[in-house]
């Protein structure tokens, strides 16, 4: 099955500074990757998602990058404010949610 | 539109007892996740319902965990006997079966004492 590393688990940036969480996975098949924010006792909610079929999708100050060859995908939020303080979490899936995984997790943290 | 509900938000019990948590999707939407998250972890998959067959349960402890979702809307995840390691927080996401995106639950806190 699909097996989800994501890398660093905890960051902190300044205020206005550009955070980058690093994702790679296994299962060659996997062509939908999501993006997870969770604040602290709340659910997760979908920020940015990324299909295979495309290697960079941008959605205001956060995008996410694919490199299919490679296996990784990354999450890039620019000009960061203490609202974005959370834990990020990246997952694959084959498509029609089969066999989603999720990774371990990012706690990040912005400093005013 | 209300969003995925789950009862109850906690939920204290001793070990060896039974315990069960309930989910109400989105409407319309067919397909229905139970998830496990322990502290500082990801999601992990329990079950995974197409309307009312659960169509990925691999991961699912069937010593003594169970779910049904009989007519292909809420569903109940149970656990019996619960054990101490059973602690976490039990989300529930549901989506349409295609596109992909999930839409969590606020998830139940279970401990186990």
């Known amino acids: 099955g699909e097996n989800v590393e994501q890398h660093p688990s905890t960051l902190s940036v300044q205020e206005g500074d550009s955070a980058v969480i690093k994702c790679t996975y296994s299962?060659?098949?996997?062509?939908?990757f999501p993006w997870y924010k969770q604040e602290l006792g709340k659910r997760p909610q979908l920020i940015i998602d990324?299909?295979?079929?495309?290697g960079e999708k941008k959605d205001q100050r956060i995008a996410v990058t694919l490199n299919k060859t490679a296996k990784h995908f990354s999450l890039h939020i620019t000009e960061t404010q203490p609202e974005d303080s959370a834990v990020y979490f990246c997952?694959?899936?084959?498509?029609?949610?089969?066999?989603?995984?999720f990774g371990a997790g990012t706690r990040l943290t912005v400093k005013p | 539109e209300a969003g995925v509900v789950q009862s109850p938000r906690y939920k204290i019990i001793e070990k060896k007892q039974p315990v069960a948590f309930w989910c109400n999707p989105i409407s319309g939407h067919n397909t229905l996740y139970w998830y496990l998250q322990n502290l500082g972890q990801g999601p992990e998959l329990l079950i995974r319902y197409e309307n009312e067959e659960a169509v990925d349960d691999s991961q699912l402890p069937k010593d003594r965990f169970s779910a049904e979702r009989l007519k292909g809307v809420d569903s109940t995840l149970k656990i019996q006997p619960a054990e101490l390691g059973d602690s976490a927080v039990y989300l529930c996401?549901?989506?349409?079966?295609?596109?992909?995106?999930?839409?969590f639950g606020p998830g139940t806190r279970l401990t186990v004492l």
């Open positions: 996401a549901s989506s349409f079966s295609t596109p992909h995106e999930q839409f």
């Open positions: 997952a694959a899936s084959r498509g029609n949610n089969n066999d989603m995984r």
């Open positions: 299962d060659s098949a996997s062509n939908y």
């Open positions: 990324i299909r295979s079929n495309v």
